[in-house]
C-alpha cells in the first residue's frame, strides 16, 4: 500500500491483503500464561486432551495476532479512529506453534457518521487463513475512519 | 467459588462474579506495542487527539483483560472445553491507564450439542466495568462445557 487512505477510499468489494505472521510455541505459551491460562494453551499434552487436538494458540491471541497484521497491512496507512466492536466472530480452527497466518480484508460497505461529521464507519470481512489455506478465523468489524474532505 | 462447574451448573440467569484487575500505563503501551501500535494506544498526546480522548488501551487488550478474569473467576474451576466464536462484542467506553477492570457473567442460556454427546454450550453476556461503574465492555460469548455425567 503506498496510499494513505479515508473514509471515501473503501468501495465494497475492495480487498486488501493483510500481509502474514507466523506464531511460535513461546509466542503461545506466553500469551496464555498472561491472559488465558486454559491447559490446552499451555502444554501440548493437555491439547492433546482437549478438543483442540494440540497446544493451541488462545482465540484473542490469533485476533491479537490478526491486529498487529491489520495495523501493519492498513490501519498504518489510513485515517482509522478506531472501531465500535465486533459483529461476529468465529474461531473456526486451532492455531498450532508455527503456523503461519495471513489475513485479508473486504469491504462490505460504508456510511457517513451523521452524528459525527466528518467520519465514516466501513464494514468489513475479515478472514485469517493458515499456511495450508485453512480458514482459522472469520470476524466481520465496523471500522471509523476520517473523510477526506475535512482530514485536509 | 468453591465447586467445579459442568453444563448442567449453568442456569438461566445465573450471575457470576469474575473479579477486578487494573491494568497501567506500562502494559497498555507493551500490548499496543507488540499487537496494536496504533498512535492512540501509545502515547497520551496522540490520545488526547484521537476519539479517545487520551492514551487508551487497544479493544483487544481489554478483551485479553476480560478473558483472564474469566480463567481466573470461572473456567479455572469449570469443565471448559474452548469456545467458537464471539456473537456480539461493543468496545462502549475507553480504557485509560490506571483503571480498575471488573467482569461479570450472565447465563443467557444452554443447550446439549447433539453434534458432539457429552458436551453443552452455554450461552452468556459478559459485562467489564471500571472503577465508575461504566460500562466499558460488552460480549455475548458461547462456551462448549462438558457435561457432568459424562465427565465423571
Redesign the interface.
Known sequence: MSTYRHFEDFAPGTIIDLGSRSVSREEIIA?AS?????P?HLSEEAGKG???GGLAA???HT???F??LL?DGL??QAA????????????RRPVYADDTLTAKAEVLGGRPLRSKPGLGVVSFRFTVTNQRGDLVMTLDNPI?FACRETAA
Not at 498472561?34 to 486454559?38: K, V
Not at 482509522?80 to 474461531?91: E, H, N, S, T, Y
Open positions: 500469551f498472561e491472559f488465558d491460562p486454559q490446552f482437549s478438543l483442540l488462545s482465540g484473542w485476533a491479537a495476532i491486529m498487529r495495523v490501519l498504518g482509522g479512529q478506531g472501531a465500535p466492536g465486533i459483529d461476529k466472530l468465529m474461531w471509523l
